[in-house]
């Protein structure tokens, strides 16, 4: 491996490799700001360039657009509250609070390292572990799939904020949504009510656009904002983050990391999933959770750094099973395969330097999305002092266009003004608008998992009787029964220091 990985570096060191990656990381970067257009679309859109080059220099641009996209949907997110990519949605919760008390800076760079080390440490584990680690996720059918998305719905109630029913009956409503469209078995149409739109169901961009872009501006004009931030940002080296502060941060990413490319092994995992669970791993662990949502550091490093280590986690099946886990990835599959490369595992017996070559170029398109980055934190910061009566509209055409942009259609420009709406409301309420996120992105992994899992026995004993998915579904019992604990336990401490400062 150090002989592979030292050749693959020192090739991908060439000024055209340099130089592929850091188009590549440039146009990612672009690609993510900009909500509807994510790196599988970019990375379609471009693929006709990758028969003009060289097959190194092809698959090192596509990947550098893929983490690139990944990185950058974190700053319109901290910014505005809006979410490039559905993997920053969560990023959104405790970034844009940042932004709202003048340390935009610092969420920046804190996304900005988080997702280096994420790509690092996941170049260095795709380097060390390769075809081994990606095998066991081939144990993983149906039933395990069923538990760890059962695990995963956990978090439903970590979000669910002051009131577990509302907050569950939300996460089931987004669910519902998700449902709507097609059956993922059969293909018959359901709940579509006769309407030839809805019959491909709810995209998640103009949803995610309407509920976190629209409704901010909304409430942005309710509350007749004048200034996202008014008061003085400093130089750039000032935000960036230090002392307590930038260790919490950093040892939040390292977290991040390890859970986001455990997960990524698996096919179907998206990012955005192990950005949420990263984001309530940390709040879980935390002593102080209930600052989760106000401008915790952690709750900006940790899921940023996760949704990178699961782009990188990616590229360990893809390059020796040919299985892409996304499809950005199966975009790349295609590169490859128009390059005359068959991806399994005897790539890296028969291209070996090219395999390696790609690999080298990881750790330098990483360092050059951070050399990118950083310096550009303080023009970014200061977009939250732009007035917003300039700012707003700028912001309604960007998610008029970003809810346009993935099926070029006027539907889902209706569908985002509608959810805008409905999240300007659920703000008023006080409804966690994450957790309808979240069951809108588990809702049919849970349902398809289920299904699949019975119709392989015909009963649901099936996971009682295999030791994954009966191991998860007990750590789900366990994580919920803590959860609720925990909760009743803050709110009893809340009730005794109330009666004691009354009492004072």
Not at 475 to 496: F, I, Y
């Amino acid at each position: 491996m150090d002989v592979g990985l030292l050749s693959g570096l020192a090739n991908a060191m060439t000024l055209g490799n340099i130089g592929f990656a850091l188009v590549g990381c440039l146009l990612g970067t672009l690609v993510g700001i900009l909500p509807g257009l994510g790196p599988a679309s970019a990375m379609a859109i471009l693929l006709p360039i990758a028969l003009y080059l060289p097959p190194v220099g092809a698959i090192i641009i596509m990947a550098g657009i893929y983490y690139g996209a990944m990185y950058g949907g974190s700053t319109t997110a901290i910014l505005m509250n809006i979410p490039g990519e559905v993997s920053s949605v969560i990023t959104a919760q405790d970034g844009f609070a940042m932004t709202k008390d003048g340390r935009a800076g610092e969420a920046l760079a804190i996304a900005a390292v988080g997702s280096y080390i994420a790509g690092i440490l996941g170049t260095l584990a795709i380097a060390v572990l390769g075809p081994k680690v990606a095998d066991l996720a081939l144990h993983f059918g149906p039933p395990e799939y069923f538990g760890l998305v059962l695990f995963s719905m956990t978090a439903l109630v970590s979000f669910a904020g002051r009131s577990i029913m509302a907050g569950l009956m939300l996460g089931v409503f987004g669910m519902w949504l998700a449902s709507v469209g097609t059956d993922p078995l059969t293909g018959t149409q359901r709940l579509n009510f006769g309407s030839m739109e809805l019959m491909k169901g709810f995209d998640i961009v103009p949803v995610l656009i309407g509920l976190f872009g629209i409704a901010e501006v909304l409430t942005s004009l309710e509350q007749k904002v004048g200034q996202i931030y008014s008061g003085r940002l400093g130089s750039v080296w000032s935000m960036i983050p230090r002392g307590v502060e930038l260790a919490r941060g950093l040892a939040a990413s390292v977290r991040g990391t390890v859970i986001g490319f455990l997960l990524g092994l698996l096919p179907g995992m998206l990012p955005a999933l192990t950005a949420y669970l990263s984001y309530d791993v940390e709040r879980q662990i935390s002593r102080t959770p209930e600052k989760f949502g106000s401008g915790m550091i952690e709750g900006v490093a940790a899921p940023e750094a996760a949704n990178n280590a699961t782009a990188m986690a990616g590229f360990i099946p893809l390059l020796s099973l040919g299985i892409p886990t996304t499809p950005a990835l199966a975009i790349l599959l295609g590169t490859l395969m128009i390059n005359g490369l068959t991806p399994g595992p005897m790539l890296f017996q028969q291209q070996a330097l090219l395999v390696w070559t790609v690999i080298g170029s990881m750790l330098i398109a990483n360092t050059v999305l951070l050399m990118l980055n950083l310096p550009l934190v303080g023009l970014w910061a200061r977009i939250s002092r732009i007035p917003y009566h300039v700012l707003g509209p700028i912001v309604l055409g960007v998610c008029v266009v970003g809810a346009y942009a993935p099926r070029n259609t006027m539907f889902d420009v209706w569908v985002a003004i509608a959810f805008g709406i409905i999240g300007y409301v659920l703000r008023r309420l006080e409804m966690p608008l994450a957790v309808l996120v979240l069951g809108f992105l588990l809702g049919p992994l849970f349902e398809q998992s289920l299904r699949q899992s019975i119709a392989m026995q015909g009963t649901p004993a099936i996971f009682l009787t295999r030791p994954i998915p009966l191991a998860l579904i007990v750590g789900a019992v366990l994580v919920l029964a803590v959860t609720l604990w925990l909760r009743r336990r803050s709110r009893a401490l809340q009730g005794l220091i109330g009666e004691s400062v009354n009492q004072g």
